[in-house]
């Protein structure tokens, strides 16, 4: 089965699969913290600009349960109410300047769309400074 993922397809689910703000009840911000210590945390050493700016982690959380979470789950461990199909964000070890260009990008054959026309690459790296602060070990973000 092909799912076709157009743009303003998955900009439908992003906003429309979770209430504003991303509420706790549906895995929002509040039990993406409430699981926090779960898994062992691995130090970040990031080329991220924003990286530990708490401004910037509030903001990418955020970002992340409304554009994100639909497919990589509350948690940011591949596993949405979909079933576990997308990556695993919580290690992801490409860096992250792999991880700008490819949610600018996407990846269309692993059903992943470009997110250039609705993220800047300041939001972007915002999300990855919120993902940073949930690495487990064999995460890289160099």
């Known amino acids: ?11 439908f ?3 429309g699969l979770l209430p504003l703000g991303g ?6 911000p509040g039990a993406a913290a409430a699981t926090m210590g779960q898994e062992e945390k691995t130090p970040v050493s990031s080329s991220n600009p924003v990286s530990g700016h708490p401004d910037a982690i509030g903001q990418g959380r955020a970002l992340y ?6 497919c990589h789950g509350p948690h940011a461990d591949g596993e949405s109410r979909f079933g576990k199909y997308a990556a695993d964000l919580r290690k992801f070890s490409l860096g992250y300047r792999t991880f700008v260009v490819t949610v600018q990008n996407g990846r269309t054959g692993k059903q992943m769309p470009p997110w250039k026309e609705y993220l800047s690459e300041q939001q972007i790296s915002q999300i990855a400074a919120y993902l940073e602060t949930l690495a487990i070990e064999g995460a890289d973000w160099r």
């Open 23 to 28: 509420g706790s009840h549906l895995g929002g």
């Open 13 to 15: 689910l992003a906003v």
């Open 1 to 11: 089965m092909t799912i076709d993922v157009r743009p303003t397809w998955v900009l």
């Open 65 to 70: 349960f409304k554009f994100c979470a639909p």
